[in-house]
């Protein structure tokens, strides 16, 4: 069992930046994939970008270049640094867990692959 707890949410300008966290609890953190996703208003939940164990990333063309993942294993901590923020990046964001051995781009990508979430902080970038 993975809990899984985001922080650093708020309201930011356009052009803005903002760190979001996610702290885990419980099974082995190192040895899962860990991913953050988003949903915004009125919109089904998408893929933001995803980290490996063995530290394959992948990112949305919507974020790429703007977005950064990372993870602190000794500190059972995922990051997402956001840069450049657009009013489009509002949403809910979401990190994700992943157990298993399939860790293929699509598996992570998508939202289903996901064993446990965490209950979501908000970002709003203002115009």
């Known amino acids: 069992q993975v809990q899984l707890v985001e922080s650093g949410g708020g309201l930011v300008q356009a052009g803005g930046s903002l760190r979001l966290s996610c702290a885990a609890s419980g099974r082995t953190f190192s040895s899962v994939g860990l991913g953050w996703f988003r949903q915004a208003p009125g919109k089904e939940r998408e893929f933001v970008t995803a980290?490996?164990?063995?530290?394959?990333?992948y990112y949305a063309d919507s974020v790429k270049g703007r977005f950064t993942i990372s993870r602190d294993n000794a500190k059972n901590t995922v990051y997402l640094q956001m840069n450049s923020l657009k009013p489009e990046d509002t949403a809910v964001y979401y990190c994700?867990?992943?157990?298993?051995?399939?860790?293929?781009?699509?598996?992570?990508?998508?939202?289903?692959?996901?064993?446990?979430w965490g209950q979501g902080t908000q970002v709003t970038v203002s115009s």
């Open positions: 994700a867990a992943k157990r298993g051995i399939n860790f293929s781009r699509a598996n992570m990508m998508s939202g289903p692959s996901y064993d446990y």
């Open positions: 980290n490996t164990w063995s530290g394959s990333t």
